[in-house]
């Protein structure tokens, strides 16, 4: 299973359902950036993703998006193939 990074803040509706999603794909540990507690990792965020908001969700090296993203990914079915890669 791929290594899975989350960005979030302390409490983030759409990350505990992206969280939600992602562990009912089997996926057991997913690091997690509070970016609410560090500006710094904030503006990393920013840098490499060219988004502001949160969640930012990354599988290995490929930067999925946000939750929106997560979902549609899961529906065309490149969700688990890329978790299992």
Not at 55 to 78: C, E, M, R
Request: glycine share 8%; net charge positive; hydrophobic share 35%.
């Amino acid at each position: 299973m791929s290594n899975v990074v989350m960005y979030t803040t302390g409490y983030c509706p759409y990350c505990v359902m992206a969280e939600r999603l992602l562990k009912s794909k089997g996926v057991d540990a997913i690091k997690k950036i509070e970016i609410d507690a560090n500006p710094e990792e904030r503006s990393r965020m920013m840098e490499i993703t060219g988004r502001r908001t949160v969640p930012q969700i990354f599988i290995g090296s490929t930067h999925v998006g946000g939750y929106d993203d997560l979902v549609a990914l899961d529906k065309s079915g490149k969700l688990l193939p890329l978790l299992q890669s």
